[in-house]
């Protein structure tokens, strides 16, 4: 059974920088295309960035575009989010997601499109 884990979350002042990472477990890393998603208080769950199992295809929301950026690592199964000028419109629990991808350059955009799902860490951008 896939099991996913965040970490990196914490509290940042706006134009500030996090660094997130999905650890999977369980199943081969190098056969899941993997995404982070967030979800702000009273909001609905929105997509972030994806990766392809390759690593080598991203896709990003346009509103984090230029300042996020999503890798992934088969040596530590890891995949991160690195964030750079946060600001407080980026508070949100972000979850880590994975699916089995046939095709190693697919990437997956939408929350319907995943299997797997990490518990979410709190990300907060103070003012």
């Known amino acids: 059974q896939v099991q996913l884990v965040e970490s990196g979350g914490g509290l940042v002042q706006a134009g500030g920088s996090l660094r997130l990472s999905c650890t999977l477990s369980?199943?081969?890393?190098?056969?899941?295309?993997m995404g982070w998603f967030r979800q702000a208080p009273g909001k609905e769950r929105e997509f972030v960035a994806a990766i392809s199992r390759s690593g080598d295809f991203t896709h990003y929301a346009d509103s984090v575009k230029g300042r996020f950026t999503i890798s992934r690592n088969a040596a530590e199964n890891t995949m991160h989010l690195q964030m750079y000028k946060l600001t407080p419109e980026d508070t949100a629990v972000y979850s880590c997601?994975?699916?089995?991808?046939?095709?190693?350059?697919?990437?997956?955009?939408?929350?319907?499109?995943?299997?797997?799902w990490g518990q979410g860490t709190q990300v907060t951008v103070s003012s």
């Open positions: 369980g199943r081969t890393f190098s056969a899941y295309a």
């Open positions: 997601a994975a699916r089995v991808s046939r095709r190693s350059h697919d990437y997956y955009s939408t929350e319907t499109s995943y299997e797997y």
